[in-house]
């Protein structure tokens, strides 16, 4: 779920109505404003303009709060990179390609979505559907390793899995450190998109996948990064 400017200055929009997504959206705002560790659950609630005791009716504590709002995060997540991957069409470059730009382009978007999934330190295990959803997510990324691990002549073929690993972290790093649409980013001399290319084709290089890459091979940007 985006979250417009206006529904955002508006914190009170909780009248009789849907409490559960009132405290979703009190949640996302402060972590927006204060990191997924600097508000209490007592604080959720008063941005919602409810009573402290009223949460309970819909999360058992904080954590619980943090999870569903990670839960819509990592759904929303899953949608945005399998649109991006779109199995693998015209080619799967070009698909990785459009993957990347996706998964920055999510953390840029949606700060405090991100942070909730990715910083707020709950633990997978607080829920089913939210370890479904992050596993959901990273299938994504998996399915593209496979494929492009399957470029590769069988013999020298690197593990998908491990594959899948690696661009993920680059992929996070990256975004932790320069994507991000909050006061967390670093000043880079480059796009994130274009830092994000070039470390992976140095990676699929190394690994000897890049090599079948068509039409010319990688693009200017990642040729000459400076």
């Not at 949640?27 to 402290?52: D, H, N, Y």
């Not at 070009?94 to 949606?110: I, M, N, Q, S, V």
């Amino acid at each position: 779920m985006s979250w417009s400017k206006d529904d955002r200055e508006s914190p009170r929009g909780y009248h009789h109505g849907n409490l559960k997504e009132a405290l979703v959206r009190a949640a996302l705002e402060l972590i927006a404003q204060k990191g997924p560790a600097g508000f209490t659950f007592a604080e959720a609630a008063r941005w919602a303009g409810v009573s402290p005791a009223a949460p309970y009716r819909h999360f058992r504590d904080r954590d619980q709060l943090l999870a569903s709002v990670a839960l819509r995060g990592f759904n929303q997540f899953e949608a945005a990179l399998a649109r991006a991957w779109d199995d693998g069409l015209p080619d799967v470059f070009t698909a990785l390609d459009r993957l990347g730009k996706a998964y920055l382009g999510f953390a840029r978007a949606e700060p405090a979505y991100y942070s909730a999934m990715f910083e707020a330190g709950i633990p997978l295990a607080i829920s089913p559907e939210l370890r479904e959803a992050s596993d959901r997510a990273f299938a994504v990324l998996r399915a593209a390793a496979e494929k492009l691990c399957a470029t590769t002549p069988a013999p020298n073929r690197p593990p998908a899995l491990m594959v899948a690993l690696h661009i993920w972290a680059m992929s996070h790093g990256i975004a932790s450190l320069f994507g991000r649409g909050d006061a967390a980013r670093r000043a880079l001399p480059m796009s994130p998109e274009e830092l994000l290319e070039a470390e992976v084709l140095v990676y699929l290089r190394g690994l000897g996948v890049a090599e079948a890459k068509p039409n010319g091979g990688p693009s200017a940007s990642a040729r000459n990064p400076n």
